[in-house]
Structures are given as structure tokens and as C-alpha cells.
């Protein structure tokens, strides 16, 4: 059985008819936004930790959601220190951003967070209190 062939003229039609435009307009391209902080409120350092010198960052996985809004937080490098760690990662629960999008359309992103508790440089007067209460056994 031979295979049907169809006439060049033919053949050349149909492809040249799928080139052509149709009656409707392409949609325009959006280009895509990549995903904002809006409110980023910095975590509780504990006095008593900052009085003492222990400072560090907390590196945090965060997934950002549709609606702006972390949907999971994960540690991925510790400050050296849990309380700092936790104090991150419960702040960072809280913030808020503008979702990132592809064609128009909110995706969720997933995005790495560096939190700093840096050491004052001077002795905040709050320190002088705890130093007290420690040496008084309290």
C-alpha cells in the first residue's frame, strides 16, 4: 500500500493558513514582580542576651504565599544560640509582603531570610538591672 500524498499546493495552504493572524488581538505579556517585603517588624533580642554579648543571624526559609503572608519558616542556619533562632523565626511568621507574580497571577516564592541580633555597642541601662539581679541570685 502506498502512502497518500497530498498535492504541494495543498500541503503549502494548510501551513501557510496556520501562520496566519486570527480576529483576536495576542494578549499582552505581563512581566512578572518578584516578591517585596511590606512589613518586616525586627524580633525580640532578650535583654539578657544582649547584655551578655551573644549576638548571631538566624538564616530562615520562608515560603511566601498568594496573599503575602509566610506559610512556612524554616531554619536553614542557626544564630549559634535557640532563643535567638526562635525569636526569628516567630517575628518572621508575622511579616507581611506582596506576593510575587507570573503573568499577572500571584505564585508563591520561597525565599532565604538573614535575621541579625547584633550586640549593642554600648551597655543599654537595662543591662545594669539584670547584672544586679543575677548577682543578687534572681
Known sequence: MKPHLLP??????????????SDQPAAPVIA?????AVQTPPP????????????????????????????????????????LDDSAAMRVREWKFKAATRN????????????????????PDECFAIEERVRRGG
Do not use: H, R, W
Open 32 to 36: 512578572p514582580t518578584e516578591v517585596a
Open 44 to 83: 525580640d533580642y532578650p535583654a539578657e542576651l544582649g547584655c551578655t554579648g551573644v549576638g548571631g543571624t538566624s538564616v530562615l526559609k520562608v515560603v511566601v504565599g498568594i496573599e503575602g503572608k509566610p506559610t512556612d519558616v524554616t531554619l536553614i542556619s542557626s544564630s549559634g544560640n535557640s532563643q
Open 8 to 21: 504541494c499546493s495543498v500541503v503549502i495552504a494548510l501551513t501557510l493558513g496556520a501562520c496566519t493572524s
Open 104 to 123: 499577572g497571577q500571584p505564585v508563591p516564592t520561597t525565599i532565604q531570610v538573614p535575621v541579625n541580633f547584633k550586640v549593642p555597642d554600648a551597655k
